[in-house]
């Protein structure tokens, strides 16, 4: 099984979103599908929706290649990075309006993901937190 696989499927559950400068704080209810792609590639559909509004986003993870797209409408220049570490799927990517790095981690029955953010080149703050159950 490939580290991937433990990823795959249809996630729903609930987040923890911290205020920042971005955003206040709150919880959200979310769903992700996690899909194979081709190349071994991570197909990536989120969608959020929270009592201030929803985002949805889509995102391709290929290789040590990241990609991400949402309804905030900033089209990403270059890819970010993906990368194993300890068992997680660590994806950063970084624009003229800051860094962020999501991290995503299944057992396969439960995923995790964290999201954090800097402006400029100050330090990543948490902005999301999320626990999800096959559903």
Avoid: C
């Amino acid at each position: 099984m490939s580290r991937l696989e433990k990823l795959h499927g249809r996630w729903t559950g609930e987040e923890e979103v911290f205020a920042t400068a971005w955003t206040p704080a709150g919880h959200a209810q979310a769903s992700l599908h996690l899909a194979p792609g081709p190349g071994d590639a991570l197909i990536i559909d989120y969608s959020e929706t929270r009592a201030d509004g929803a985002m949805a986003g889509h995102g391709v993870v290929l290789g040590d290649g990241w990609w991400w797209f949402d309804s905030y409408g900033f089209v990403p220049a270059s890819p970010g990075t993906a990368t194993w570490t300890d068992g997680e799927l660590v994806l950063e990517r970084s624009s003229e309006r800051g860094r962020n790095v999501m991290v995503l981690a299944s057992d396969g029955e439960v995923l995790t993901m964290r999201l954090a953010a800097a402006s400029g080149d100050g330090e990543l703050q948490p902005l999301v937190a999320g626990v999800y159950r096959r559903g």
